[in-house]
């Protein structure tokens, strides 16, 4: 009954400031999850920006190796019409020699009439195939410089598209670090409130206990001030054993005691009330610890007993305290020899 009562004045204690951090604890805890949700979604829109200037920046470099292989192509055709015209001189010196073998080396080629039409025809074919072929080259030239404008442009837009996916990653980062110290703030605020709504409920438990403990003090110093006034009323001096010096009892036990009492009296201190064991653990007549006399003073409703030492206390008050552990815990605590 007494357990209740203390458990119905925590409660009542402790719902009001309990409700208060609760609710606090409840609204930061939401903040935490919808950050914690805003986070993640970040994080995957900063995956996809990633994944996106991933393939634009592979795209630009298809492009740059592209434009390498144009201007490799370009380099191949600019010594292909070199190697041409190489060919083109040696042809026409070679047919300048097989023309006139005999000429000296300071006569000039095609000297006389006769020679004319010969000369006309060489000049001909050795113009019309450097006309060919340096048209052809132009052709090439013009194509892939066509071909290397549009791949700069392409190149251009890719660098483009990939310094804007690199700021909306830098951005998506930036909000992602944000909600992160939000998170932590949010975190910490909740760990306080946790703190103080705990704190609040361990203080207002032990104001509770408190209360009923100064209850129950009253009451049962007041049902000891009874007990007492009632005792000294029905006894006598006459009706009182008598005691040695040493605190032992002048007769075999207290009539009043149970059998089993009056034998563990006499097993456990030879009816000495003052007795102590060697080791200073057991003492009094029924040689009680500390602990178990300290709880058989609370069953007894003589709470000022406790930590009082046993061999202290009257033979009355010892009396006492046996018979309320005996109640309570019957045979149990005292000696074999006493049983049966």
Known sequence: MGLSFVFSITAMVVETPGRVAADQVSSLKAQAEQITRDLVLEQLQIGTYQQQYDVDTAKVQRDENAIGASEVQIQADANRVTRDRKRLQSEAVSAYINLDPEVSGSASLFENQKEAPTKSEY???????????????????????????????????????????????????????????????????????????????????????????????????????????????????????????????ASSGNPSL???????????????????????????????????????AVLAGMPQLVNVPPNEATPAQQDDLAIALYQADGEQPWNDSCRN
């Open 123 to 249: 000049e001909e074919v050795a113009s019309g195939d450097i006309a060919l072929t340096i048209d052809a080259l132009h052709t090439d030239e013009g194509g892939l410089r066509a071909e290397r404008t549009s791949l700069e442009k392409q190149e251009a837009q890719d660098q483009a598209t990939t310094r804007q996916q690199a700021t909306l990653s830098d951005a998506a980062r930036q909000t992602e670090g944000q909600l992160a110290s939000q998170q932590s703030e949010i975190t910490g605020e909740l760990a306080v409130a946790v703190a103080q709504q705990q704190a609040a409920q361990a203080a207002a438990a032990a104001a509770a206990v408190r209360a009923a403990q100064a209850k129950a003090d009253a009451a049962a110093a007041s049902a000891s001030a009874s007990a007492s006034a009632s005792v000294s009323a029905s006894s006598s001096p006459a009706a009182a054993p008598a005691s040695s010096a040493d605190g032992s009892s």
């Open 258 to 296: 149970p059998p089993f009492l009056q034998c563990v009296l006499q097993a456990e201190s030879g009816g000495n009330y003052g007795a102590v064991s060697p080791g200073g653990t057991y003492m009094g007549g029924f040689q009680f610890s500390q602990a178990t006399w300290n709880e058989a």
